[in-house]
T-cell receptor, first 113, second 113 residues
């Protein structure tokens, strides 16, 4: 699986958009980008995933650059409850490799009042 | 649905003692996983299972054994606990056709003295 690079920490003002970058310059054509988050002391929670098109769901939006070497997770209106560690994961598609995912160190997002 | 549950939530062991962590899921998922998370670090995969009666090693399997006798349960055993196994242990499960979306339990905080 491709390696990812994320900033160690970021701050965001409550109510503003939080933009979390992820670099995955060695991504292969069949690898997807996945995002999870982990709120303090809880198990991680799946957020969103994508291959090359931008994706949006009720939690967030995922913007993947045209060359697929980087992506940005967007939380449109951050709240205090969005304070968490956000993990960017790159791996091949479903039903391969038994769903195994490598969680790096992630980005600690702190939403401030 | 209870989702993924883990027993116990906390445990303190002395070096050399043994114990079993129980993970149960009620979503009829085929895949199940055990991770450990050390302070300030990401999750590391210990063992995983793609179905009843099958298990496989992950990234850090040494010192642990697992069993999956029933589809809904995945047990993690420590035969002779060591201080290096002090960690938070998370269990997760996923559907075979959506294996990127892992559902995590609340974690077991284990301290080995």
């Amino acid at each position: 699986d491709a390696k990812t690079t994320q900033p160690t920490s970021m701050d965001c003002a409550e109510g503003r958009a939080a933009n979390l970058p992820c670099n995955h310059s060695t991504i292969s054509g069949n690898e997807y980008v996945y995002w999870y988050r982990q709120i303090h002391s809880q198990g991680p929670q799946y957020i969103i995933h994508g291959l090359k098109n931008n994706e949006t769901n009720e939690m967030a939006s995922l913007i993947i650059t045209e060359d697929r070497k980087s992506s940005t997770l967007i939380l449109p209106h951050a709240t205090l409850r969005d304070t968490a560690v956000y993990y960017c994961i790159v791996r091949v598609a479903v039903r391969t490799n038994a769903g195994k995912s490598t969680f790096g160190d992630g980005t600690t997002l702190t939403v401030k009042p | 649905n209870a989702g993924v549950t883990q027993t116990p939530k906390f445990r303190v062991l002395k070096t050399g003692q043994s114990m079993t962590l129980l993970c149960a899921q009620d979503m009829n998922h085929e895949y199940m996983y055990w991770y450990r998370q050390d302070p300030g670090m990401g999750l590391r995969l210990i063992h995983y299972s793609v179905g009843e009666g099958t298990t496989a090693k992950g990234e850090v399997p040494d010192g642990y054994n697992v069993s999956r006798l029933k589809k809904q349960n995945f047990l993690l055993g420590l035969e002779s606990a060591a201080p290096s196994q002090t960690s938070v242990y998370f269990c997760a499960s996923s559907d075979r056709d959506r294996d990127y979306e892992q559902y995590f339990g609340p974690g077991t905080r284990l301290t080995v003295t």
